[in-house]
């Protein structure tokens, strides 16, 4: 067998003190005692479909799930640990101590000589092992992971966090008391009644149409069968409370742990009703059906059948049992209800058989579900209600109902979940249920793994492969890796006996034909069971069959790198991520290039350092940053900033380090350290004067420009600002620097926006007119936010304030396709602001608010004092004084740390507009004297003005 992925129940049981309760004994005497012991524990594994993987001298261990996935497999374990602990209160004087613990690991081939078989590996081993250590004698304990799986169907008490010798986190543990042994699976734990019931109106009408027959002495068998999850027992309860009651009802089943026993299902039956009074007439009637039942197994023909061949008197069994059943007396309609069919033991299976064929005389309506593969034969004519995946609204409006329960409304969740869960009911719910509605639940995967394991092996690699891509592959290209997975038969026929199993989806035909898994939960399964070495092998190889079939064309060149980044194919991944980055820089989309280009940086940390490795390494990072300062990814923008500097250092490459030293003094800027930025700034133009760099100058003088404007030293900003706007365009430079077209817009953009707070509006609008001629000329989504703001600023400067907020919105909506979180603080900064001036300060708390939450998240700090004082400005005109005073005193605070003297002016006026508002006139009076003289400094002619009047009283 491969080594494979597995998610598994582990139990690990110990005898007490098997030592010294041999330690007198001859050696005899010690088999004599224990050989009994473990021979029940491993019948009782056996029994609940477990598997013995080890046998220790008074212990084992076993495995659930294992080899073949088991949706049960937590139950099961519990139900084999709970017999142990049973069979040793009748056996021979020993105790035993038990660990159960469900996780995932791996299962591999044991080899050891002539032995071999089958073992686990992973910490849900130790885990388990550490459980039965340190449980009590006599006891079973079960970690929360294993009672989690086996909800609704156990009965077990805390015990609480137990650590564990070389596990880092405590695990919860619980002594188990019970279990359901008649469990017919995971999805019919617990009711689902309280989610909507949809998409299956017409199924439930055949229903409906059988009983109504009933009524009339005919009666019928339905047959409804699906895949685990579908919605069969949902739709037979629905049914059952809609239009069939008060109807008797009796109860059977097939049990997985019971197949073998004979008429285990049919004998269930011989339990119903026995909550009901006595004097009830169902309860008489089902007493004496229950009678007739016990008579029929415990001798069928009412004497001793002595002297029949076995195969005579199991079919006279058959027959009487079938006859009780029939003869079930009541004046009403009855329904016989047979849940998951496909798990009936041989004779109650033949009962039912013989049953559908004799009921069109007998007013009984047998409702069977099961699985696809079962195997029983029914009458013919015998109707089937065949359930498949709900349609698509359906879906959603079970999506809905279910994540609203806890707590969830979003579209997007709900989206996701239909998206990823073929219209299976209870893959819904169970998604819903996660805080993570796209992780594959524990509680779905083993249904889904159950399915995967049936497949011939065949059949099983090509559905791996098909996992591993990922996306839909090219039938051309995967008939050339079905061949190197040993494929044989024909694909168009294998490809098609796996659509119609539900494993595949089939678009398109003849050359132009693509394959890919049903859907995502179904594919994620398949690629969770592979291992990490066969996963790494199977990119490796679709990545080589790629390259050799010329895919490195510009629609699947993200493809290329992502495999060749898996299989680590190092060179290969190298190229095709870095061309992979250039192509999302060029459509503007940031989050992809940062992909592309830190896996680029991975596949080069693998390959050989020499020079070569060095200046691409630089290069690189270099080419982050754009992206990253885009996306406001603070940190790891300095991260890269630093290794790529320590990288230039070897090299001694005075240009990548002049370069390194601009993109430092930004990044400095953007986090507030107006202080560290201004020093750099000093290096950076004694560097330039020294190597009579004129770009590097230029440059320079462009994050000069911001620091004036983050200082509040408005006149120098618009100064710097028009020095970079004139020559940056400038062929001379050679592009250097970032000294370009796009450079020019956002130059303008700045002077235009600082002109409207110094009032020379007639200036800020020549600026903003030059900005949008320019950006025009770009033609590039972030270029377009920054002139679209500069006009929007002007607009509100001009007193036109509807049109402003107009435009200001309209570069807000632009920042998603410029991929731009940084802009969209400013965006809604300045929205804010224009609000607030156009009297809706309500609306400007809540643009303003969140620019200083997202700039707080992304660690963008530079004017976050004039945002949180522009904010303590809109509240206190919306009424909230207390709040807009905290926050005034906060923007002055941040202000006087980082040397803003603007954001200063404005954060003292609003606090003297609270302390006169107050009637603390000398108060508010020194706040305005120390606004005016701030505010006078910066230009600011506006601030001023009403810091004087704060002065006047």
């Known amino acids: 067998m491969q080594d494979e992925r597995k998610l598994g129940t582990v139990l690990f049981a110990d005898i007490v003190a098997s030592t010294s309760a041999i330690q007198d004994l001859e050696p005899d005497g010690a088999l004599d005692l224990l050989r009994p012991a473990i021979a029940d524990m491993a019948e009782s594994v056996r029994l609940f479909g477990g598997t013995v993987n080890r046998v220790t001298g008074d212990g084992l261990m076993a495995l659930f799930g294992v080899p073949v996935a088991d949706e049960e497999h937590a139950l099961s374990a519990c139900c084999a640990a709970l017999d142990m602990l049973t069979r040793q209160g009748r056996g021979p004087g020993v105790q035993l101590r038990i660990g159960v613990h469900s996780g995932e690991f791996v299962v591999h081939a044991l080899s050891v000589g002539d032995l071999t078989g089958i073992d686990a590996a992973g910490v849900a081993v130790h885990v388990a092992a550490r459980l039965q250590q340190q449980a009590g004698p006599g006891e079973a304990w079960i970690s929360e992971a294993t009672a989690r799986l086996a909800r609704g169907r156990i009965t077990a008490e805390p015990i609480g966090l137990l650590a564990m010798r070389g596990i880092d986190q405590p695990v919860p543990a619980l002594r188990l008391r019970d279990a359901d042994r008649m469990a017919r699976g995971p999805e019919m734990a617990g009711p689902r009644d309280s989610s909507p019931f949809v998409g299956r109106e017409a199924e439930l009408a055949v229903l409906a149409g059988a009983f109504a027959r009933l009524s009339e002495g005919r009666g019928a068998a339905c047959l409804v069968v699906g895949e685990a999850g579908i919605g069969k027992s949902r739709l037979v309860r629905e049914f059952l409370q809609r239009m069939a009651r008060g109807a008797p009802v009796l109860r059977m089943g097939g049990v997985r742990w019971r197949r073998g026993i004979g008429f285990h299902a049919l004998s269930a039956i011989t339990q119903a009703g026995t909550d009901r009074p006595a004097d009830d007439a169902d309860a008489l009637a089902m007493a004496q059906l229950r009678a007739a039942l016990v008579a029929v197994m415990e001798d069928p023909q009412g004497q001793a059948a002595t002297g029949l061949l076995p195969s005579e008197r199991w079919h006279r069994t058959i027959a009487a049992a079938q006859a009780a059943v029939l003869s079930w007396k009541n004046d009403r309609p009855r329904i016989l209800v047979v849940e998951d069919a496909h798990w009936l033991d041989r004779e109650s299976a033949e009962v039912l058989r013989h049953m559908s064929q004799a009921l069109s ?518 009424g909230s004084t207390a709040e807009a005073g905290r926050r005034a005193a906060e923007a002055l605070g941040e202000a006087r740390r980082q040397g803003n003297a603007a954001a200063a002016a404005l954060a003292l006026v609003v606090l003297g507009q609270i302390e006169a508002a107050g009637g603390r006139q000398g108060e508010a009076s020194a706040r305005g004297r120390e606004a005016a003289a701030l505010a006078r400094e910066c230009g600011l002619v506006a601030i001023e003005r009403q810091a004087a009047a704060l002065q006047a009283g």
């Open 361 to 878: 005389d007998h007013p009984i309506l047998m409702v069977i579900t099961a699985r696809p593969e079962m195997a029983i034969r029914l009458a013919d004519g015998t109707a089937t209600i065949a359930l498949g995946p709900l349609p698509s609204d359906s879906a959603a409006e079970l999506a809905t109902a279910a994540l609203a329960r806890h707590g969830s409304s979003s579209a997007n969740a709900v989206a996701a979940v239909v998206a990823r869960c073929d219209g299976n009911p209870f893959f819904i719910e169970e998604a819903a249920a996660l805080p993570d509605p796209t992780a594959v639940p524990d509680s779905v995967r083993p249904l889904l793994a159950m399915r995967i394991d049936a497949l011939d092996p065949q059949r099983r690699a090509l559905v791996d492969i098909i996992a591993a891509m990922e996306e839909p592959l090219e039938v051309s290209l995967l008939a050339i890796l079905a061949r190197d997975a040993g494929g044989t038969l024909a694909l168009p026929d294998q490809l098609r006996r796996l659509e119609a199993a539900g494993f595949l989806a089939i678009q398109g035909t003849g050359t132009a034909q693509r394959v890919g898994c049903r859907h995502a939960l179904l594919q994620e399964v398949v690629y969770g069971a592979l291992t990490r070495r066969r996963r790494v092998a199977l990119h490796a190889r679709i990545s080589e069959v790629l390259d050799s079939a010329g895919a490195v064309v510009a629609e699947q060149v993200e493809l290329l790198a992502r495999h060749s980044l898996l299989g680590q194919r190092w060179e290969a991944c190298l190229v095709h991520s870095e061309m992979a980055a250039r192509k999302a820089l060029g459509r503007f989309a940031n989050r992809d290039a940062v992909v592309h280009i830190e896996n680029a940086i991975t596949a080069l940390g693998a390959l050989p350092r020499d020079e070569r490795y060095l200046h691409r390494a630089v290069d690189l990072r270099l080419q982050l940053r754009d992206p990253l300062f885009r996306l406001g990814r603070m940190d790891a923008l300095r991260r890269h900033l630093l290794e790529a500097g320590d990288l230039a250092a070897q090299l001694h490459d005075t240009g990548r380090l002049a370069q390194l030293r601009i993109f430092e003094i930004h990044h400095l800027w953007l986090t507030g350290d107006l202080a560290g930025a201004g020093e750099a700034i000093g290096q950076a133009q004694a560097l330039a004067r020294s190597a009579n760099d004129a770009a590097l100058a230029l440059r320079t003088r462009f994050q000069e420009g911001l620091w004036f404007m983050a200082k509040g030293r408005y006149g120098a900003c618009v100064a710097a600002m028009e020095d970079v706007a004139a020559g940056a365009a400038d062929p001379a430079h050679g592009g250097r620097f970032g000294l370009d077209p796009p450079l020019v817009v956002v130059a303008l953009g700045y002077s235009a926006r600082v002109r409207v707070d110094l009032g020379d509006i007639d200036g800020a609008r020549h600026a903003a007119d030059r900005c949008l001629g320019w950006a025009a000329q770009v033609a590039r989504p972030f270029s377009h936010v920054f002139a679209t703001l500069a006009d929007g600023c002007v607009l509100s400067g001009e007193g036109r304030h509807g049109e402003a907020v107009a435009r200001l919105e309209e570069a807000l909506a632009q920042c998603g396709k410029a991929d731009s979180d940084l802009m969209r603080v400013v965006c809604l900064m300045l929205l804010g602001v224009a609000e607030d001036s156009a009297g809706r300060a309500a609306v400007a708390v809540e643009r303003l608010s969140a620019a200083v939450a997202m700039a707080v998240e992304i660690g963008f700090m530079v004017q976050q004092p004039l945002r949180v004082a522009f904010l303590a400005r809109a509240l206190l005109a919306a």
